[in-house]
C-alpha cells in the first residue's frame, strides 16, 4: 500500500498531481541538432517531448489512505464458576520475564486503530469493530472489487527483473603487471551465442605508469530479465600489439621461470609506451547463475558462479546471494548490504591470433595455455525496484531500511516535501554499501538524477530492449557496428579505423564527431579504431563501435571504414599505419540491417564515391569481392523500423506543417495502415503513436477525427489481447495514462472535449440504430482506457487553471464543466448505461467490465469537478436500475455503489441540493437495504460486507479520528437504522452471518452517535424502541463468547450462499468473512504472519526438503485442506489445524469481539435508561420492558471479566433511576431471573466476579427497602437459591469416597456472609467502582434512609439457612436409606428452610411426609398433614378466605404446635411467578386435613382425628354439602367410640414408645455431646432400639474408631471417656403429663393419668434410676437412692420427626425411706383409684373385677409379702430405725397403715362383685391380708388397732 505517499492529494494540501523526473542515459548523448530545428519536425518534437518530458502521476487515482496504527487486544477472561484464570494471568504475568512481553500488542493487520483517551472516558469499551475485522486491509479489500482498477508501477527505463553491477578491483599475473591491459566485459548467452548488452571498458594500468588523480574505478551496471543458467559475462582482455621479435605474451603463461626478467620488463615498458593499438590477449567467461561448474563451455573450468545459489571457492561472503532482497518492514524491497560477491577470475584463457566472438565458443578451436594471474572483479546483485517510483520519499531522501521511519529524520524528510519536481525514481535514491562498507548514495537532489549511485558509473545499454514487447520510455538513437573478418591474400597486421560522414563529396572533409570514446567522461569523437590483428590471412575483430546518429537523416549520410596496416617494430621512430583500403556503408540503405553485410574493399577514396556513376571508377582490392564482413545494430527510439509507422509520421509533419494538401487524404491512409503495424514496432512506438493521434482527435476535422479515434481504438485493442498477462487493463496502457500522458504539457487545449465529442457521437449514432461497425465493441472494450483520459485531462486542465493562484496549502477547488461539454459527457455516460443495461440481461462478460470502468469514471470525475454535476450521473445510473431488478444488474449497481463509495472523500461529498446530506451515503444505504430484501443470498451477503468494509475504512481512517469527525459519519448512516426497524422481517431473513454483519454496522454506528441522535431510534413508538433492543439483544446472542468446548461443530451452516463458487473454510462463525481469508491465506503461506515477533522460529521452514510446492508445508496444512475439501468441515476442526500463533490470535479476536459488543450493548442500555428516566423516549414505562430483558440477557450469556466490572455501576445506576418500576410486581420474573443470576454469581471462584455479585444482591436488597416489602425480596431469593441448588453442586467426594462441602457451596456462603457484613461494605463498593455511600443513598421522593443492616442480617440468616440445609440433605446422600432420622431431620430442615415460600415449604413437608410413611411412623407423617393444611389455612385467613378464622388455626395448632404465626405475613409476599397463592385453596387445605385424618387413625390417636374433623366440617357446611357431612359425622361417631374402647381397655393404651439417646465421640459429626428424645412405635423394646442404633452407626465408624453402646442410664462425663470410642447411652423414657407432680415421690403408674382424654402431646421426659451413696454396686432397700430426671425436648411429641434434641434436663435425687414411702403411696394411690372410680351402669362390672384382682393380688397375696413387709424390715428394725429422723418415721408408719386400711375395704369390694368361681381366690386374699397384719404388727403395733 502506498502509505508512504505523503498527503499531497487532494487531502492534504497542494495538487493532486506529482511530477516524476525522467533519466536518461548519461552516455547516449543525442545529436544537439535534435534540440534545435525540431520545430521543422513535428513528429521528432513529439517524440522528444515523449521521452523527455516528466511523467504526471495522479496521487488519489487508486485510493489513499493511511490507517492508524493497529489496536492492540488484550486476552479478555472468560470465567465459569469453577476458573480463575484472572489470577492465573497474573500469576504467569509476574512470572514471565519482562522482555517477554511482546504478547498480544502483535495483531497481524494492516489496519491501524489506537483508541485517544477522549474516546475511553466516553465507551466503556473498543468498538467492536476492530476485533470484529481485525485483519482489515483497506487495499486488500478493494483489489477484491469486480473490476478494480490495479495501479502498476511505472515501467522502469531499463529492464524489470536484476541489475548486476561489475567493478574491476585488480589484474595479477604472476609474471608482474608491466603494461597496461584493457578490457572489455558483456551479459553474453552461452547458448544462443549472443550479445545482450554493450561492452564495458575498463583498463589495468602498471603502477609507475598510474596517474596520481585516477578516480576510483568505476562500476559497469547490467541489466537483465531473470536469472539463467546460459547468461554470463564474456570478460575479454587486450593488451598492447606485441613487438616482432620482443617479449611475447607467452611470458604470462610460461612455466618456468615464472617472474619477468628485468629486461622483459624493461623491453616491455618501452614499448608499451610507443604502441598505441592493442590486440586480443585472453578472455573469460563467468556464469552468473550456475551451479554446475564443469559445465563451462570450451571444457575450461568456470570459476564459481558467484549469483548461483549456493558460493562456494573463492568467493568472499558465503550463503550471500541467497535470499538477497529483503522485505523491509513497509512491505518495498530494500537491499541487503552483503550482496557484493568478489570473484577472482584465474582462468583466464589465452587466444593465440585474433578471434570473432562466434568462434570463441567453437569447439574446434584450439585450446591454449591459461595465463597465469588472476582477475579480481566484485560483483553485487541489486533488484531492479518492482515498487512504485512514488515510495521514494518526495524530497529524493534516501529510504530504505537503514533510515527507519520511526526516526525522527526519516519523518521530517516524509512529510515536509513540496512535491513537485524533487523526486527522482526508486533506483537514484537507494542506498548501497559498497564492499569496503562506506555508503555510496547519490545525490538525491539532483534534479536530474543520476540513475545509478555514481556518475561515473557506466551503464550497459540492454540490447533486449529494442526486441521486448514494451514501450520505448527513453531516447537513445545510436549505431553499434561490429566489423567480424577481412579476408586477404597475403598476412597483414590490420586494423580498421571507422568515421561517419555527412557527404561524400570531399575525403578530406573532418568526420562528425560521432564515435562514442573509450574512456569514460570524455566528448564524442571523430573515429574509432578496432584491435590489430596480428599476422592474420584472415584477419577476425571482436571489437564493438557505437555510433551516436544525427536525429534526421540524408542519404548521403555513411559509414566510412579505412583498413591499415601497421608494423610492429621500431625502426627509427615509432611504428607508423600505412593504408590499404576503404570502405563505405549507407546508413539509409543499411541501418535496420541484422543480418551481416558484406563490402568490397576500395583502393582509393575518390569524391562522391558513393554514387553509383562514381563506382566504376573506383580500385577494389581482390578483385571486387566482398571481403570484409560487418554486422549493424541500430538501437533508436527515435527511427522506427516499421515503414508503416515512419509513413505515419511523415504524413503527420506535412499535416501538422501544413505542407500537404488540405484534404488529408494520406494522412487519412497513413492511420488506417497503423492497423497492419506489427505488434512489437507498435507497443515501442505506443506512447508517441497515442499522443499523436490524440493530437488529431483534439483538433483536427471531423473525418480525421474519426479515423484517429477508430485507429487508436484498434491500436489500443490490439496492444490489449497482445497483453502477456490477462490483466482487465493492459500494463502499458494503464502506464500510458497513468504516468505519460499529459495533455501535451498544456501546450495544446485539452483533449477531453474532442474525445468526448468524438465518442459521443460513435456511441449516439449506434443508438440510432445506424450500423458503426465492430470497432463499437472494441470502444466498449476500452472503455476504461477512454474515461481514464478523459478524467485525467480533465484533472490536469483544472491543476493547470489554478497552478498560479493557489495557496500552498489549498486544495484545488472542483471544475465547474462547460455547459455544452458536461451535456456531451452526460449523452455518451447513458449510452453506456444503456450498453451495460441490454448485454447484462444477455449476460456478457463485457456489461460487468464495462459497468466498472463507468463507475470509476465517476469515482475519479468526484475528485475532479463539481460533485454535483457528478451526482446526476449517479441518479441517471440508479434511474436505469431502479429498485429490485434482476439479479445480474442488482449485481452491477452493488458494485457499481461500492466503487463510488470507496471514494477517499467520500464523507466528505455534498447532498444533492445544499440542504441534504451526503448524497451518495443516502443512494447507498437505500440500494443496500434494498438487496437485503432480494432473493439472491450471495448479493445479501455482498451488500452487508460492503457497510462493514466502508465503517472500516472510516473507522481506521487517519483524517476521522476526533470524535466530531465519527458522529458525523455515524449520522450518515443512522438513517439505515430507521430502516431496518421500519422493516424487522428482512432483518430476520438473513442468515447468521449476514445477521453478525448488519448488527456490527449497527453497533458501529450507534456507538459514534450522540444522545440527540440516538434518541431519535427511540422517539418514535413503543413498538420500535422494543425493536431496537431486540437487536441488541440478537448482538448478545450472535457474538456470545463460547469456549471451545460448548460445541463448536457447526455442520454446514444454514444456507450457504449459493453460487459462490468454493469459499474459504470457516475458521471462525463469529468474525468477518475476511478473516476466513486472511487465515487460509496465512496457514498457507510458510512466512511467519506479519506482527509476530521476530524470532518466530516457528514459521521458518524445518527444512527445504520437506516441502516441494506439490504437497503443502505441514501436516498442519495438509489436515486443513483435507478438512476444508470435506463438505461441512467443521470450524473446529480447521482451528485445530491453525498453527498455534493463529489460533491464539483467532481466539483473542474473538473474544475481544464477544466483550466489545457486550460493552456496547451495556452503553447503549445505560443510555436508554437515562433517557427514560427524563421520559424523553417513547416506552412502556410501565415495565420498562426493553431494560429488564436486556438485563436478562446480560446476565443469561457468557460475558468476560471487562464486561461484569462496568456493568455494576451500570447496574446500581438503572435500579436507582428506576427501581420503583423494575421491582413491582410485574417485573416478578425479571428480579427473579436477576436474583439467580446475582447468586450464580456469587458462587464463581474469580473473586472479581464474585464481589460484583455480592453488591448486586446489596443493590437489590436496597431497591427493596424502598420500593417492595422485603419480604418478597427474601421470598425471591430464597426461591432462586432453591433453583441453584438443584443445578449447582453443592458436594464433592473426597479421597476417602465421602462428601464434603463443595468448593461452589464454601463460596456461596462466604458471599451470602459478605452480603450482610457491614466492616467490609465500603471496602468492596470500592473495589466495584461504586460510590462508598452507594447503598445510604435515597433515592428521589424519599425523605429518611431505610436502609438498615439488621434487616440485611437476617436476610442473609435466612439464605443461609437454606443452604445450609440443602448442603447437610446433599452430605446424606449417602446413608439416606440407612439412616431415615437423619434423612427425616434433613427435610425436615429444608423445609423450615424454605419456609419463607410456601411452596417450597410444602414440598419439602411432603417429602418428609413421605418418608416417614415409609418408616410407617404415622403420627410423624400426620403431623406434616397437618402443617401443610396449616400453611394453606394461614393463607386463606390471612386472605380472608371465609371459612375460618383465627380460631380454627389457634385449634390446629395445638395438635402440630410448630404451625407457627410468622409465616402467615409472608404468604401473601410469596407471591412471585410460579410459586404461590394461587395454589393455596380450601380445597387442598381439606386434602390435607383428610391425609392427616387417615394418618392419625393409622397411628391410633383417635382425639387428634376428631379435632382434625372438626376442622373439615365448617367447609362442609358453607358449601351445604350435606353427603359429606354426613359422611364426616359418621366418622366421627367412629372415633370417639374408638376412644371409649382405648379408655376402658383394661391395660392402659400407650401410642409409643420413648428412648433416650445421647451421643458421645467425634465420628458423631454434629451429634457430639447431645442427647435426643426418640419416638418409637410401641412394640420397640429396649433391645430392639439397640440393635437399631448400633446398626446405624456402625457403618459410619472407620478403622481407627469403635462403637459401644453404656449399659446404664447414668450420667456420662464426656471427658473421661476413651478417645478413639464413640459411645451411645440408650435408656426407657416416660413421658411426662401436663400437670404431673414431678417432685412427688411416688412411683409413677401410667394408667393413672389415661383418666380422662387429653391430647397425646409431651415434652418433657422423665426416668428413675436407683443408687446407693456407699459405693456398693447393689445394697438393701435401706441403701437405695433414687434420681429421678426430667428431659424438657425442643418442641413436643408427635413432632415432625422421630427424634427432638433435649434442650434442658434436670434430676431430683430421693433418699432409700423417701423411696419406700413412695412405693407405698403409690401402691395405695392404685387400689384407692380402682375403687372410687365411677362406673356408669351396673352391667359393668367385669372389667373392674379384673383390674382389682390384679392389684389386690399384688398388694396383698402371700408371695409378695416381701414388699410391704422388706421396707418394714428395712427401716424399722435395729439400726436402721434409729438413723430416720421422727418426721420420716412417722410418715413411713402413716403410709403402711393407709395402705392396709386400702386393702380390707378393697377386699370388702371384691367380695361383693365375686362369683362362684372366685371364691377359692377370695379366701386365699383374705388369708394372705391376714398373715400380713400379722406380720407388719412386729414392727407397728398399733396396725391390730388401726385395723
Known amino acids: 500500500m502506498d502509505s508512504n505517499v505523503s498527503g499531497n492529494g487532494n487531502g492534504g494540501g497542494g495538487y493532486r498531481f506529482r511530477r516524476i523526473p525522467r533519466h536518461f542515459l548519461p552516455h547516449l548523448k543525442l545529436d544537439p541538432l535534435l534540440d534545435e530545428n525540431l520545430e521543422q519536425w513535428p513528429h521528432l518534437n513529439e517524440l522528444v517531448q515523449c521521452y523527455r518530458s516528466d511523467w504526471v502521476k495522479d496521487d488519489n487515482k487508486y485510493g489513499h489512505y493511511e490507517t492508524i496504527s493497529p489496536v492492540s487486544f488484550q486476552n479478555q477472561i472468560f470465567e465459569g464458576p469453577d476458573t480463575d484464570i484472572e489470577t492465573e494471568m497474573q500469576l504467569a504475568s509476574a512470572r514471565q520475564i519482562k522482555a517477554e512481553d511482546a504478547t498480544d500488542d502483535d495483531v497481524p493487520s494492516s489496519s491501524g486503530r489506537q483508541f485517544t483517551n477522549a474516546d475511553i472516558t466516553k465507551h466503556f469499551g473498543q468498538s467492536p469493530l476492530p476485533a470484529y475485522e481485525p485483519a482489515f486491509d483497506w487495499g486488500n479489500e478493494r483489489s477484491m472489487i469486480f473490476g478494480q482498477r490495479i495501479s502498476e508501477t511505472a515501467t522502469t527505463q531499463y529492464g524489470s527483473g536484476l541489475k548486476i553491477s561489475v567493478k574491476v578491483l585488480s589484474l595479477s599475473f604472476q609474471a608482474g603487471l608491466v603494461e597496461p591491459f584493457y578490457g572489455t566485459i558483456c551479459i553474453y548467452n552461452r547458448e544462443r551465442r549472443e550479445k545482450l548488452s554493450e561492452d564495458f571498458y575498463f583498463c589495468e594500468l602498471p603502477s609507475e605508469m598510474q596517474d596520481a588523480k585516477v578516480p576510483l574505478e568505476h562500476h559497469g551496471i547490467f541489466y537483465l530479465d531473470a536469472p539463467s543458467a546460459s547468461i554470463c559475462l564474456l570478460i575479454q582482455l587486450e593488451k598492447p600489439a606485441t613487438e616482432e621479435g620482443g617479449v611475447t605474451p607467452s611470458v604470462y603463461s610460461r612455466k618456468e621461470p615464472v617472474h619477468l626478467t628485468e629486461r622483459e620488463r624493461q623491453k616491455l615498458q618501452v614499448w608499451s609506451r610507443i604502441m598505441p593499438y592493442s590486440e586480443s590477449f585472453a578472455w573469460a567467461i563467468v556464469p552468473l547463475f550456475d551451479n554446475s561448474i564443469g559445465a563451462a563451455s570450451g571444457g575450461s573450468a568456470s570459476p564459481s558462479s558467484p549469483l548461483a545459489p549456493s558460493i562456494s571457492g573463492s568467493s568472499s561472503h558465503e550463503g550471500v546471494f541467497e535470499p538477497i532482497a529483503k522485505v523491509t518492514s513497509d512491505g518495498k524491497l530494500g537491499y541487503s548490504s552483503g550482496s557484493s560477491v568478489i570473484v577472482e577470475i584465474s582462468n583466464l584463457n589465452k587466444v593465440k591470433e585474433s578471434y570473432t566472438e562466434e568462434s570463441l565458443q567453437d569447439p574446434k578451436r584450439k585450446v591454449h595455455k591459461p595465463v597465469k594471474g588472476v582477475l579480481k572483479l566484485e560483483i553485487e546483485k541489486h533488484q531492479t525496484v518492482h515498487t512504485e517510483l512514488e515510495n521514494v520519499s518526495e524530497s529524493g531522501s534516501v529510504t530504505n531500511d537503514f533510515l527507519d521511519p520511526a526516526d525522527p529524520v526519516a519523518d521530517m524528510l516524509f512529510s515536509k516535501s513540496p512535491g513537485n519536481g524533487l523526486d527522482g525514481p526508486q533506483s537514484s535514491n537507494s542506498k548501497w554499501i559498497s564492499s569496503d562498507g562506506k555508503d555510496v548514495s547519490g545525490n538525491g537532489s539532483n534534479t536530474q538524477g543520476n540513475p545509478d549511485f555514481c556518475a561515473d558509473n557506466f551503464q550497459a545499454f540492454d ?98 571504414f579505412t583498413f591499415f596496416h601497421v608494423d610492429l617494430q621500431t625502426k627509427l621512430e615509432a611504428p607508423k599505419p600505412v593504408v590499404i583500403g576503404y570502405a563505405s556503408l549507407p546508413l539509409s540503405t543499411h541501418a535496420q540491417l541484422r543480418s551481416e553485410i558484406s563490402l568490397p574493399i576500395m583502393r582509393e577514396l575518390v569524391p562522391h564515391y558513393l554514387q553509383d556513376s562514381g563506382k566504376e571508377r573506383l580500385d577494389y582490392l581482390e578483385d571486387g569481392k566482398s571481403i570484409f564482413k560487418l554486422r549493424l545494430r541500430l538501437c533508436s527510439s527515435v527511427y522506427p523500423i516499421n515503414e508503416r509507422i515512419r509513413d505515419f509520421f511523415l504524413e503527420y509533419d506535412r499535416h501538422t506543417l501544413r505542407t500537404s494538401p488540405p484534404w488529408g487524404s494520406e494522412l487519412l491512409e497513413a492511420i488506417n495502415s497503423l492497423k497492419n503495424v506489427d505488434s512489437t514496432a507498435l507497443l515501442q512506438f505506443l506512447h508517441p503513436i497515442l499522443n499523436m493521434l490524440l493530437h488529431l482527435i483534439g483538433n483536427g476535422g471531423e473525418t480525421l477525427q474519426v479515423a484517429a479515434f477508430r485507429a487508436m481504438v484498434n491500436i489500443l485493442t490490439r496492444v490489449q489481447q497482445e497483453s502477456v498477462d490477462d490483466a482487465e487493463r493492459n500494463r502499458s496502457l494503464v502506464n500510458y495514462v497513468d504516468y505519460a500522458f499529459d495533455d501535451f504539457g498544456g501546450r495544446q487545449p485539452p483533449v477531453y472535449p474532442g474525445l468526448s465529442t468524438v465518442w459521443g457521437s460513435l456511441a449516439r449514432s449506434k443508438a440510432k440504430g445506424y450500423r458503426v461497425g465492430p470497432v463499437y465493441d472494441d470502444v466498449l472494450a ?25 495557496p500552498l496549502d489549498e486544495d484545488v477547488p472542483p471544475m465547474q464543466l462547460k455547459e455544452g461539454v458536461f451535456r456531451c459527457i452526460m449523452q455518451l455516460y447513458d449510452c453506456l448505461l444503456t450498453e451495460v443495461h441490454e448485454r447484462c440481461k444477455k449476460g456478457l462478460s463485457l456489461a460487468k467490465r464495462l459497468n466498472s470502468s463507468l463507475a470509476f469514471f465517476c469515482y475519479d470525475l468526484l475528485s475532479v469537478i463539481e460533485p454535483r454535476q457528478v451526482f446526476e450521473l449517479v441518479s441517471l445510473y440508479l434511474d436505469k436500475f431502479s429498485g429490485v431488478c434482476q439479479s445480474v444488474l442488482h449485481d452491477c449497481k452493488l458494485i457499481f455503489l461500492q466503487i463510488i463509495c470507496d471514494h477517499d472523500l467520500f464523507v466528505e461529498m455534498p447532498g444533492r441540493d445544499p440542504s441534504d446530506r451526503n448524497y451518495l451515503s443516502s443512494v447507498l444505504i437505500q440500494e443496500i437495504f434494498l438487496t437485503w430484501d432480494h432473493d439472491d443470498l450471495s448479493q445479501r451477503a455482498k451488500a452487508a460486507r460492503i457497510l462493514v468494509v466502508l465503517l472500516c475504512k472510516h473507522e481506521f481512517d487517519g483524517r476521522y479520528q476526533k470524535p466530531e469527525d465519527k458522529l458525523y459519519i455515524a449520522q450518515l448512516y443512522f438513517p439505515l437504522i430507521g430502516q431496518i426497524l421500519d422493516e424487522m422481517p428482512v432483518f430476520y431473513n438473513l442468515n447468521a452471518a449476514e445477521k453478525r454483519e448488519v448488527l456490527i454496522i449497527i453497533l458501529q454506528i450507534v456507538r459514534n452517535l450522540d444522545e440527540a441522535s440516538v434518541v431519535k431510534a427511540w422517539q418514535q413508538s413503543i413498538a420500535r424502541t422494543r425493536l431496537f433492543f431486540k437487536l441488541m439483544e440478537e448482538c448478545l446472542v450472535l457474538f456470545e463468547h463460547r469456549k471451545p468446548a460448548d460445541g463448536m461443530l457447526i455442520g454446514s451452516s444454514s444456507r450457504n450462499p449459493v453460487g ?154 438503572v435500579f436507582d433511576l428506576h427501581g420503583a418500576t423494575l421491582m413491582a410486581r410485574d417485573n416478578d420474573r425479571f428480579l427473579k431471573q436477576v436474583a439467580f443470576h446475582l447468586l450464580r454469581l456469587a458462587v464463581f471462584r474469580n473473586d472479581n466476579i464474585r464481589k460484583r455479585a455480592v453488591i448486586g444482591l446489596q443493590i437489590l436488597v436496597k431497591s427493596s427497602f424502598y420500593f417492595m416489602q422485603t419480604a418478597r425480596l427474601r421470598v425471591m431469593l430464597t426461591i432462586t437459591l432453591s433453583e441453584l441448588m438443584s ?19 464454601r463460596r456461596l456462603r462466604k458471599s451470602l456472609e459478605e452480603m450482610s457484613d457491614e466492616v467490609k461494605s465500603s471496602g468492596l463498593l470500592n473495589e466495584c467502582g461504586l460510590p462508598e455511600n452507594s447503598l445510604l443513598v435515597t433515592p428521589e421522593n424519599f425523605e429518611e434512609n431505610r436502609w438498615s443492616w439488621s434487616e440485611v442480617k437476617s436476610l442473609s440468616g435466612s439464605l443461609l439457612l437454606a443452604l445450609d440445609a440443602s448442603l447437610e440433605h446433599a452430605l446424606l446422600a449417602s446413608v439416606m436409606s440407612m439412616d431415615r432420622y437423619a434423612a427425616a431431620e434433613s427435610f425436615y430442615k429444608l423445609a423450615m428452610a424454605f419456609a419463607p415460600v410456601p411452596d417450597l415449604h410444602i414440598m419439602w413437608l411432603l417429602h418428609l411426609c413421605d418418608a416417614h410413611q415409609e418408616m410407617q411412623s404415622w403420627a410423624e407423617a400426620a403431623q406434616c398433614a397437618v402443617a401443610v393444611a396449616g400453611v394453606v389455612m394461614q393463607a386463606l385467613v390471612a386472605r380472608n378466605d371465609g371459612v375460618w378464622s383465627k380460631d380454627h388455626v389457634t385449634a390446629l395448632r395445638k395438635i402440630c404446635p410448630m404451625v407457627s404465626s410468622e409465616i402467615t405475613s409472608e404468604a401473601s409476599a410469596a407471591e412471585v411467578e410460579g410459586y404461590g397463592a394461587s395454589k393455596l385453596t380450601v380445597d387442598s387445605a381439606v386434602k390435607y386435613l383428610q391425609l392427616a385424618n387417615k394418618l392419625f387413625s393409622q397411628a391410633e390417636l383417635y382425639h387428634f382425628c376428631a379435632s382434625i374433623l372438626e376442622l373439615v366440617i365448617p367447609v362442609y357446611k358453607s358449601r351445604r354439602a350435606y353427603g359429606q357431612l354426613a359422611k364426616c359425622h359418621t366418622l366421627l361417631t367412629n372415633i370417639y367410640e374408638s376412644i371409649l374402647e382405648q379408655e376402658s381397655s383394661p391395660i392402659p393404651f400407650t401410642d409409643a414408645t420413648y428412648y433416650r439417646v445421647g451421643f458421645y465421640g467425634e465420628r458423631f459429626g454434629k451429634l457430639d455431646r447431645k442427647e435426643y428424645v426418640y419416638r418409637e412405635p410401641r412394640d420397640v423394646r429396649l433391645g430392639d432400639i439397640m440393635e437399631k442404633l448400633s446398626h446405624i452407626y456402625e457403618s459410619r465408624m472407620d478403622g481407627n474408631h469403635t462403637l459401644h453402646i453404656i449399659p446404664d442410664s447414668r450420667q456420662v462425663k464426656a471427658e473421661e471417656l476413651q478417645p478413639g470410642v464413640c459411645y451411645l447411652q ?58 429421678r430426671t426430667v428431659l424438657q425436648t425442643e418442641g413436643s411429641f408427635p413432632a415432625l420427626v422421630n427424634r427432638l434434641l433435649v434442650i434442658k434436663s434436670e434430676s431430683l435425687e430421693f433418699s432409700p425411706v423417701e423411696n419406700a414411702i413412695g412405693m407405698i403411696e403409690t401402691r395405695t394411690a392404685a387400689l384407692r383409684n380402682e375403687l372410687e372410680e365411677p362406673r356408669s351402669s351396673e352391667g359393668d362390672q367385669l ?20 414388699g410391704v413387709l422388706s421396707v418394714c424390715t428395712a427401716f424399722l428394725s435395729g439400726e436402721p430405725a434409729t438413723r430416720l429422723r421422727s418426721q420420716e418415721l412417722q410418715q413411713l408408719i402413716a403410709a403402711l397403715l393407709e395402705f392396709m386400711a386400702v386393702c380390707k375395704r378393697a377386699i370388702r369390694v371384691h367380695f361383693r362383685l365375686i362369683g362362684e368361681e372366685d371364691q377359692d381366690f377370695h379366701t386365699q386374699l383374705v388369708n394372705g391380708f391376714q398373715s400380713l397384719t400379722a406380720e407388719l404388727s412386729h414392727y407397728i403395733p398399733a396396725i391390730l388397732s388401726e385395723l
Not at 782 to 806: C, P
Not at 1166 to 1180: L, R
Open 1626 to 1683: 440408650i435408656t426407657a423414657v416416660d413421658p411426662v403429663m401436663e400437670d404431673e407432680d414431678l417432685g412427688s415421690r411416688r412411683e409413677r403408674i401410667f394408667s393413672l393419668s389415661t383418666g380422662t382424654v387429653r391430647a397425646r402431646v409431651f415434652d418433657r421426659f422423665l426416668f428413675d434410676t436407683p443408687f446407693t451413696k456407699n459405693g456398693k454396686t447393689q445394697g438393701g432397700l435401706e441403701d437405695q437412692w433414687k434420681r
Open 1743 to 1762: 372389667p373392674r373385677l379384673q383390674s382389682l384382682q390384679r392389684i389386690l393380688q399384688g398388694s396383698v397375696a402371700v408371695q409378695v409379702n416381701s
Open 1287 to 1305: 443445578d449447582m453442586q453443592v458436594t464433592q467426594m473426597k479421597s476417602d469416597g465421602t462428601l464434603e462441602e463443595s468448593g461452589e457451596a
Open 463 to 560: 540490447f533486449r530492449t529494442t526486441m521486448r514487447n514494451e514501450p520505448f520510455l527513453q531516447l537513445f538513437h545510436c549505431l553499434y557496428v561490429y566489423p567480424l573478418t577481412v579476408s586477404l591474400s597475403r598476412k597483414r597486421n590490420l586494423f580498421i579505423r571507422v568515421e561517419l560522414r555527412k557527404d561524400d563529396a570531399d575525403a578530406r572533409r573532418q568526420p562528425l564527431e560521432a564515435m562514442y570514446p573509450r574512456e569514460r567522461g570524455s566528448s564524442l569523437q571523430k573515429c574509432a579504431h578496432t584491435q590489430v590483428a596480428v599476422g592474420a590471412r584472415v584477419a577476425c575483430y571482436h571489437d564493438e563501435i557505437k555510433v551516436s546518429l544525427p536525429a534526421v537523416w540524408t542519404p548521403s549520410h555513411h559509414l566510412l
Open 1060 to 1213: 459462490d463458487g468454493p469459499t474459504s473454510p470457516k475458521y471462525s462463525d463469529k468474525l468477518s468473512p475476511a478473516i476466513n481469508n486472511y487465515l487460509s491465506e496465512a496457514s498457507r503461506q510458510d512466512v511467519r504472519p506479519q506482527g509476530t515477533p521476530d524470532n518466530g522460529y516457528l514459521w521458518q521452514r524445518v527444512n527445504s526438503q520437506l516441502s516441494s510446492p506439490s504437497q503443502p508445508y505441514s501436516l498442519r496444512e495438509a489436515l486443513a485442506q483435507a478438512q476444508s475439501s470435506r463438505i461441512g468441515a467443521s470450524a473446529q476442526a480447521l482451528r485445530e489445524s491453525l498453527h498455534p500463533i493463529l489460533r491464539q490470535k483467532l481466539e483473542l479476536w474473538e473474544e475481544n469481539l464477544s466483550a466489545a459488543v457486550s460493552l456496547q450493548v451495556l452503553e447503549m442500555s445505560e443510555k436508554f435508561s437515562v433517557m427514560a428516566a427524563s421520559h424523553s423516549i417513547a416506552t412502556d414505562y410501565g415495565k420498562l420492558d426493553c431494560l429488564s430483558s436486556i438485563i436478562m440477557s446480560f446476565f443469561s450469556r457468557n460475558q468476560p471479566l471487562a464486561f461484569w466490572k462496568a456493568f455494576l455501576p451500570v447496574f446500581n445506576h
Open 782 to 806: 476500452m472503455a476504461w482506457f477512454f474515461l481514464e483520459l478523459i478524467v485525467k485531462s480533465m484533472a490536469l486542465e483544472q491543476t493547470r487553471l489554478f497552478y498560479h493562484s493557489l
